[in-house]
């Protein structure tokens, strides 16, 4: 380990005289917990439908009960996400939503450590941590209950081993073989929490193809870390409430894991719509560092186009085709599959910052001050543009799904079985009732899911009653018939002010009379 030194050649911040690993662990610190205390202040403190997290609910609610989520099903993030909800803090969501926060700042943390060690100056690498970190982008998924912070994470643990890839030489074969087990299977675990993380593949190639054959090691990591979705037949085998796909067979299981029910928006938007998404998008790349960021961020990436090749190939390639599928996928929230790309030009923002800094020096050399100056500018920028953004990503105050989901549950009369039409209703519903288990005598049926038939026979154990005969009949979207055929109150939410509606079986009506 090399020493902590502010040597004899400057400042500690404008030199690269702060080295080895306990300098890489210091800076890396002081940006994941900067970045960690603005998520904290800006926490939502429950379940929130804010930033295109309406999954959240039943994110939550899966994580909590051993439960399968949608397709693709996410067993990397139910399964780390349930060991935050035994954290004895708050509700059930507001572990997940700090276990969000803690991967975005693990996030940015790692970038900053590669950074360092990459070689580059310490204030460089804090900046661009910084900046990441506090992007608009990252940090709404930071405080909310979604998976893409985990892949933002993800991919960060992906660059560290690109960026950092030489040659092993003579290593001991245990060593380098444990290494590329390692990358393998983060790669693995990786494609665990959300299958766009195949657009990692050249990151991966990178830390491997150094190895040599040595690096064969890390197929049988990928292989150990995609094990991670026994976690769907396992689970589902018990019969969760929330058993998305209910993989128990093999024609489920990579009918839930291969994301059929979503392939119809792979590269669906339409051609007349392709042009206002990627200026619009544009935009959005621009809000997240600026363009003076950008420009940073370029200069890097140009600056040692022969030294930085095979890095530079490597994510370039990975945010070309997490860009593409992004821009091609016909949702209102494919924006944030830009998270990867996001997290690249993070590192490169670092590398930019640094040759910044390197000329800065050299055109003012001996007037150390203005250096210093512009490290102080480099370094506080990033903070400055956060405290003003803030106000505007502050989620503390909001409330509104846990307040309409208990709204909602409060007045459904005993027994009531509950129509939802609306995945952000299904799941806030879903989250009260399962995770904080709450009316347990109430049941929730999703009218849209009702066309598959792993659900019909899922409700039908549930409810006890023949669903799939009642939706052969047509009459599934008919409340007075659902109130007949379950002999039980039925509710539905009508109106843009959500309210309740209810009705009795005929027969009850009849005697009531």
């Not at 360092?116 to 992007?135: D, T």
């Not at 549930?462 to 109150?489: C, I, K, N, S, T």
Request: charged share 15%.
């Amino acid at each position: 380990m090399h020493p902590v030194s502010c040597g004899s050649h400057g400042p500690l911040w404008t030199k690269r005289t702060l080295t080895g690993r306990a300098a890489a662990y210091l800076c890396a610190a002081i940006v994941g917990l900067a970045s960690l205390g603005f998520y904290l202040a800006t926490l939502a403190p429950g379940l929130t439908w804010a930033y295109d997290s309406g999954d959240g609910g039943e994110l939550a609610a899966a994580a909590r009960t051993w439960g399968i989520a949608h397709s693709p099903g996410y067993p990397s993030y139910l399964l780390a996400a349930r060991a935050f909800t035994l954290l004895p803090v708050g509700e059930i969501a507001t572990r997940t939503n700090l276990f969000s926060a803690v991967c975005a700042a693990g996030t940015s943390a790692l970038i900053t450590w590669t950074l360092v060690r990459a070689g580059k100056r310490p204030v460089s690498a804090i900046s661009a941590g910084w900046a990441l970190a506090l992007s608009p982008m990252l940090w709404s998924q930071a405080i909310v209950t979604e998976v893409h912070a985990l892949n933002g994470l993800f991919t960060a643990l992906l660059l560290v081993p690109a960026a950092l890839s030489k040659p092993e030489g003579q290593s001991p074969w245990p060593r380098v073989a444990v290494q590329a087990l390692v990358v393998g299977g983060v790669w693995g675990l990786s494609l665990g929490n959300h299958p766009t993380a195949i657009f990692c593949a050249p990151l991966v190639y990178l830390a491997l193809w150094p190895l040599g054959r040595r690096g064969l090691a890390g197929l049988i990591g990928i292989l150990l870390g995609l094990a991670v979705y026994l976690y769907l037949p396992l689970c589902a085998a018990s019969d969760p409430p929330i058993n998305w796909g209910d993989p128990r067979t093999v024609e489920r299981f990579w009918w839930t894991v291969s994301g059929t029910p979503y392939r119809q928006f792979v590269f669906a938007l339409p051609f007349e719509h392709l042009w206002t998404r990627m200026l619009s998008w544009s935009g959005l790349l621009t809000q997240q560092f600026g363009w003076a960021g950008l420009m940073v961020a370029a200069w890097g990436i140009a600056a040692r186009p022969k030294v930085d090749a095979p890095l530079l190939v490597a994510t370039g390639t990975a945010m070309m085709l997490g860009t593409v599928f992004a821009v091609g996928y016909n949702t209102s929230d494919s924006y944030l599959y830009l998270i990867p790309t996001l997290v690249c030009l993070g590192l490169w923002l670092g590398t930019g910052l640094d040759q910044f800094l390197s000329a800065l020096d050299k055109a003012t050399h001996p007037r150390a001050y203005i250096t210093r100056a512009g490290a102080l500018l480099v370094l506080t920028l990033p903070l400055i543009a956060a405290v003003r953004r803030a106000p505007t990503l502050d989620l503390s105050a909001d409330r509104a799904a846990c307040d309409f989901a208990d709204t909602v549950l409060e007045r459904a009369p005993q027994a009531a079985l509950l129509l939802s039409r609306r995945d952000a209703h299904t799941f806030a519903l879903w989250y009260v009732q399962h995770a904080l288990e709450r009316r347990p005598d109430v049941s929730v049926v999703d009218l849209d899911l009702l066309g598959y038939d792993w659900y019909t026979a899922h409700s039908s154990r549930q409810l006890a009653l023949d669903v799939a005969d009642l939706v052969a009949g047509g009459g599934e979207q008919d409340p007075q018939r659902w109130a007949d055929v379950a002999v039980r109150p039925v509710c539905w939410i009508v109106g843009q002010r959500e309210e309740l509606a209810c009705i009795l079986p005929s027969a009850d009506r009849t005697r009531d009379r």
